[in-house]
């Protein structure tokens, strides 16, 4: 499932706050797609977790050197805006050519976001798309990535010009409560922004289609009746030109959720395997995970605000005469709200990413109620591992900061072990699971 909190800060912050593999499109990793080793003679054996190779070792190992040096650089770049007092410039600049603070703060949002974004241009490429290339997990055309980096950079103006103005209002009229005020708004801003991502925003960088396949489109309704989800929306998308790595997921809110496939997962899982990818996002589904994440976000970004509003007064007070103003409201403060989100953001990763990794495992468990077919899940893990250089066994600083999903190592193991309908026992949603 898409991480909201992730898709809440792009949209809130803008294009420069975006982590590298969100510019990648999802891009993660690929590796020409190697025979399943396994040791199963029978669905009861348990499939063999394979070793990481060498090069997946190495794409594991620079992946964290390439994050830790991108979380820097996002902390840096508004810090740098800060210190030198470049945003108090830049607002003076837009003062002499606004005719009014609605044109004043147009014409800074603008500038210091096409500013940003272009700092941050040579990383971006790098990690979303050299580095790809450079191991073999790309099939993205420089044009391609270009057009998506430029549309990504006019979408984010467009809705940052439609909100930020809103929260300089907020603390300009209420300079103690603003974060309550813009933390009440949160949760409608939440599903609004899942209610148009997936119609709207989505399809600008990638075709959208009914599943073509409509065989297996007939199995997967079926499925989704014994999961009591009625009308279901099962797209595919061209991901291929973009990927060779395996995806799906669940996204959208209310009238807009689907589960979206992409080809290359299409093309590459059995039946059996297809199925079960598709019965875990079925359980986000069952399991209530889309509104319970937006109102798990929405609480994080609420105590952010709250920590920010309690943080900046003293940062304001100490460092005014470099910053080149003296109250959160004025614009120029913007780097220091986006560096203050972003510190905080990163703080409460370990928790939102437990969050994450809690619910992906309920799913997981779903799927395997919902289809019985643990060879099937386990086999489905084993592609997406060997498809994208993975690393089955990761150190607890990554899980800790940054698995959105239980390693993969852990998802084969639990798909060998669990089969409580073997006992006779019951399974944790067999209530929600039509026979």
Same mark, same amino acid.
């Given at each position: 499932?898409?991480?909201?909190?992730?898709?809440?800060?792009?949209?809130?912050?803008?294009?420069?706050?975006?982590?590298?593999?969100?510019?990648?499109?999802?891009?993660?990793?690929?590796?020409?797609?190697?025979?399943?080793?396994?040791?199963?003679?029978?669905?009861?054996?348990?499939?063999?977790?394979?070793?990481?190779?060498?090069?997946?070792?190495?794409?594991?190992?620079?992946?964290?050197?390439?994050?830790?040096?991108?979380?820097?650089?996002?902390?840096?770049?508004?810090?740098?805006?800060?210190?030198?007092?470049?945003?108090?410039?830049?607002?003076?600049?837009? @003062?002499?050519?606004? !005719?009014? #603070?609605? $044109?004043?703060?147009? +014409?800074?949002?603008?500038?210091?976001?096409? %500013?940003?974004? *272009?700092?941050?241009?040579?990383?971006?490429?790098?990690?979303?798309?050299?580095?790809?290339?450079?191991?073999?997990?790309?099939?993205?055309?420089?044009?391609?990535?270009?057009?998506?980096?430029?549309?990504?950079?006019?979408?984010?103006?467009?809705?940052?010009?439609?909100?930020?103005?809103?929260?300089?209002?907020?603390? @300009?009229?209420?300079? !103690?409560? #603003?974060? $309550?005020?813009?933390? +009440?708004?949160?949760?409608?801003?939440?599903? %609004?922004?899942? *209610?148009?991502?997936?119609?709207?925003?989505?399809?600008?960088?990638?075709?959208?289609?009914?599943?073509?396949?409509?065989?297996?489109?007939?199995?997967?309704?079926?499925?989704?009746?014994?999961?009591?989800?009625?009308?279901?929306?099962?797209?595919?998308?061209?991901?291929?030109?973009?990927?060779?790595?395996?995806?799906?997921?669940?996204?959208?809110?209310?009238?807009?959720?689907?589960?979206?496939?992409?080809?290359?997962?299409?093309?590459? %899982?059995?039946?059996?395997?297809?199925?079960?990818?598709?019965?875990?996002?079925?359980?986000?589904?069952?399991?209530?995970?889309?509104?319970?994440?937006?109102?798990?976000?929405?609480?994080?970004?609420?105590?952010?605000?709250?920590?920010?509003?309690?943080?900046?007064?003293?940062?304001?007070?100490?460092?005014?005469?470099?910053?080149?103003?003296?109250?959160?409201?004025?614009?120029?403060?913007?780097?220091?709200?986006?560096?203050?989100?972003?510190?905080?953001?990163?703080?409460?990763?370990?928790?939102?990413?437990?969050?994450?990794?809690?619910?992906?495992?309920?799913?997981?468990?779903?799927?395997?109620?919902?289809?019985?077919?643990?060879?099937?899940?386990?086999?489905?893990?084993?592609?997406?591992?060997?498809?994208?250089?993975?690393?089955?066994?990761?150190?607890?600083?990554?899980?800790?900061?940054?698995?959105?999903?239980?390693?993969?190592?852990?998802?084969?193991?639990?798909?060998?072990?669990?089969?409580?309908?073997?006992?006779?026992?019951?399974?944790?949603?067999?209530?929600?699971?039509?026979?």
């Amino acid at each position: 499932m898409k991480s909201l909190l992730q898709l809440a800060l792009l949209a809130f912050t803008g294009l420069w706050l975006a982590p590298i593999e969100v510019l990648a499109q999802g891009v993660q990793t690929n590796l020409i797609f190697q025979q399943v080793s396994t040791n199963i003679t029978h669905d009861t054996l348990a499939v063999t977790v394979p070793a990481a190779g060498e090069k997946a070792m190495e794409f594991y190992r620079s992946g964290n050197v390439v994050w830790g040096i991108n979380v820097f650089w996002r902390m840096l770049i508004p810090a740098l805006f800060l210190f030198t007092g470049f945003s108090a410039r830049l607002r003076d600049w837009a @003062r002499r050519r606004g !005719r009014n #603070w609605c $044109f004043t703060f147009a +014409l800074y949002f603008t500038a210091f976001t096409v %500013l940003s974004s *272009l700092v941050n241009l040579p990383s971006d490429y790098y990690g979303g798309f050299a580095r790809l290339h450079d191991y073999g997990l790309s099939n993205q055309t420089f044009g391609k990535w270009a057009g998506d980096t430029l549309k990504y950079l006019v979408i984010f103006l467009v809705g940052g010009l439609a909100t930020w103005w809103l929260p300089f209002l907020l603390i @300009r009229a209420s300079p !103690r409560r #603003w974060w $309550f005020y813009i933390g +009440l708004l949160l949760v409608p801003y939440l599903c %609004l922004t899942m *209610l148009i991502w997936p119609a709207v925003i989505d399809p600008l960088f990638n075709k959208f289609q009914p599943l073509q396949d409509k065989a297996i489109e007939t199995k997967i309704l079926a499925q989704a009746g014994r999961a009591g989800i009625a009308g279901a929306h099962v797209y595919e998308v061209n991901k291929s030109v973009d990927t060779k790595t395996l995806n799906a997921y669940v996204t959208g809110f209310m009238g807009t959720k689907r589960i979206v496939i992409w080809d290359t997962t299409l093309r590459t %899982l059995d039946e059996d395997e297809l199925l079960f990818v598709v019965g875990h996002e079925m359980g986000h589904y069952v399991l209530g995970h889309i509104v319970k994440g937006i109102l798990f976000d929405s609480l994080l970004m609420f105590l952010m605000l709250y920590a920010a509003h309690r943080l900046s007064g003293s940062v304001i007070g100490r460092f005014k005469e470099r910053f080149g103003f003296s109250t959160l409201s004025d614009i120029a403060a913007l780097p220091l709200i986006l560096l203050l989100i972003q510190i905080f953001s990163f703080i409460s990763t370990p928790v939102q990413l437990a969050f994450s990794r809690h619910q992906e495992h309920a799913a997981d468990r779903f799927g395997l109620e919902l289809t019985h077919s643990n060879h099937a899940a386990a086999t489905a893990f084993v592609k997406i591992q060997q498809h994208g250089l993975g690393n089955p066994r990761p150190g607890e600083l990554f899980i800790l900061w940054r698995a959105s999903h239980p390693p993969l190592g852990e998802r084969i193991d639990f798909c060998n072990s669990y089969r409580p309908w073997e006992k006779g026992g019951a399974g944790w949603y067999e209530g929600d699971i039509k026979p």
